[in-house]
């Protein structure tokens, strides 16, 4: 049987990613931002002070990709890593002010480009769309996805 990509939710799927990213890489290059440590700056921004571990988790991506985006941001004066008080075996990444004031303006950027490539869509539409990929990511999800520090 043939695989009709244009019916293949998951070659599709991937190509709408791309598409975000370049338009997403776009319009935070000018702010010394990557979409590779994007999603660890939303993070970061919700909850400063994570562990690596837990960056991974709620990123669902690789150890070592994470070890590697982190380091990357420290060298960029994102972020910098302090023992926890607690456990001084566990570090935590905390964003320097620098990150912090990227916020507004990467943050404002995304909202520009999600609204641009869901521009071809109604409001119902935009919101069936993203309940749905929601509901296809939750199901994907390991059920065990919660991490300790």
């Known amino acids: 049987m043939e695989l009709m990509k244009d019916q293949s939710a998951g070659y599709l799927a991937n190509h709408m990613a791309r598409l975000f990213a370049r338009g997403l890489t776009a319009r935070i290059k000018p702010l010394g931002l990557t979409t590779g440590t994007f999603p660890a700056l939303l993070e970061l921004w919700e909850k400063d002070g994570l562990t690596q571990k837990e960056l991974v988790v709620r990123l669902d ?36 002010d620098h990150a912090r004031d990227l916020r507004g303006p990467a943050i404002h950027a995304a909202r520009a480009e999600n609204a641009a490539a869901l521009s071809g869509l109604s409001e119902v539409e935009q919101s069936q769309f993203i309940t749905l990929m929601q509901k296809v990511i939750a199901a994907r999800q390991p059920k065990d996805a919660t991490v300790t520090a």
């Open 61 to 96: 991506i690789e150890q070592a990709t994470m070890a590697n985006t982190l380091a990357r941001m420290e060298r960029d004066g994102l972020i910098f890593r302090k023992k926890d008080v607690g456990d001084g075996r566990v570090q935590r990444v905390w964003l320097t």
